[in-house]
């Protein structure tokens, strides 16, 4: 089966630090999506993309927060600097867009951020 | 704006006693309703997608049903296994976004 992969699956740093997390999207793809998990608000979605172009970003702190596709194997998500209140999982999922029709979204297994 | 509420946020079955979870939605132009099974440490794995009011999908142990207001996931003789925590998401109008809910944990005790 496909699947989206997350490096790194776990993540540890101090406040200040860049953090940097990635994602390849199923092959074939054309929309990936970032989304955070915390216990209080569950899943949110920060970013997501089509065909590399970023289409949404508004769940994302802009100060702080970036989302890039370099190409379309590798989306990034950037956090700098890192704050404690950043400690969360992070999701990426991917999903194919044909004209109208839905297909279900496909996540990754995560990374676990904490910021100490 | 779109909304999904899950209920109950928690429920304890014994295996084999059978029990439906809960999702209420608000949504401009429904595109779609879906739910996914989520276990400790891993992503969301995706279950069912349903799109009109009176359909129905099954899978294994697992019904989703949809009405205008709200969805069912019913768990017929449940096992250990289906211990998770299901979560409902909708797609409106807004291209691909999906809104979650915060899930039901479900506990299935043998």
């Known amino acids: 089966d496909a699947r989206v992969t997350q490096t790194p699956r776990h993540k540890v740093t101090e406040m200040g630090q860049e953090v940097t997390m990635r994602c390849q999207p199923i092959?074939?793809?054309?929309?990936v999506f970032w989304y955070r998990q915390t216990m209080m608000q569950g899943l949110e979605l920060l970013a997501y993309?089509?065909?590399?172009?970023?289409?949404?970003d508004s769940g994302m702190p802009k100060d702080r927060f970036s989302a890039e596709m370099p190409d379309a194997t590798l989306a990034t998500l950037k956090i700098q600097p890192s704050e404690p209140r950043d400690s969360a999982v992070y999701f990426c999922?991917?999903?194919?867009?044909?004209?109208?029709?839905?297909?279900?979204?496909?996540f990754g297994d995560g990374t676990r951020l904490s910021i100490l | 704006e779109d909304q999904v509420t899950q209920s109950p946020e928690a429920l304890r079955l014994q295996e084999g006693e059978s029990s439906s979870l809960n999702c209420s939605y608000t949504?401009?132009?429904?595109?779609?309703l879906f739910w996914y099974r989520q276990d400790p440490g891993k992503g969301p794995e995706f279950l069912f997608t349903?799109?009109?009011a009176g359909e129905e999908k099954e899978k294994e142990r697992l019904k989703a049903t949809l009405t205008k207001k709200e969805s069912f996931l019913h768990i017929t003789a449940p096992k250990p296994e289906d211990s998770a925590t299901y979560l409902c998401?909708?797609?409106?109008?807004?291209?691909?976004?999906?809104?979650f809910g915060t899930g039901t944990r479900l506990l299935v005790s043998p």
């Open positions: 999922a991917s999903g194919l867009v044909l004209g109208d029709v839905n297909q279900p979204q496909h």
């Open positions: 092959l074939g793809h054309n929309t």
């Open positions: 993309f089509r065909n590399r172009a970023p289409l949404d």
């Open positions: 949504v401009s132009g429904l595109r779609g």
């Open positions: 349903l799109y009109s």
């Open positions: 998401a909708v797609r409106g109008t807004g291209f691909q976004k999906l809104v």
